[in-house]
């Protein structure tokens, strides 16, 4: 049976299971699992790329991230490889530097972040002992771990330009050129 595509290009089936996700994920089995993928691929096929992020998923399931940060060999997006359409030419530098920055690189710089924290968090699976105690090793490793996240976070707050920085205005401004 094809799919009903409802008239804003929507699938009627993919927004009964976003609804349906956030009570679900309470019950970590490997049915709900094997649903947020379903739903990733589906959310990919339909360029809603922010629902494929495994990053999030793994928040949400209490599993290790998917492709971990060490087996990615290629570099983090940035501000240099957006070009705008807008007529300026590779010579008018001037048009090209005024024009606003893409919130993109600073998405995903803040998923490997999300990441970091996820599996920091996960790695507390299945090390409680005894009447509820946490190793001090486990303990330490944790703390220092997510110490080490939270100065990352920061950092990373700290540095977003003006233009990008989390505001309501540039939020609708983002918006409003579909960047976001």
Sequence with gaps: MASQIAPDGR??????????LVPLLRFPAYDTCTALLLLAWCEFRENYDS???DRVISFYTG????????MCEIALPNQDEFVEISGA????AAALA??????????VRLMVLCGR???????LRGAVVGD???PVVVRRRFVDATTAIQRDLQAFYASLPPDVAWTTDNFKRQASACQG
């Design 11 to 20: 699938n009627p089936f993919v927004d009964k299971a976003n609804e349906l």
């Design 51 to 53: 629902g494929f992020w």
């Design 63 to 70: 599993r290790p991230v998917t492709i971990p940060e060490t």
């Design 89 to 92: 030419g590779d010579d008018d």
């Design 98 to 107: 005024a024009r606003p920055r893409q919130p993109f690189p600073y998405a």
């Design 117 to 123: 924290l996820s599996d920091a968090l996960n790695s």
């Design 132 to 134: 509820g105690v946490l």
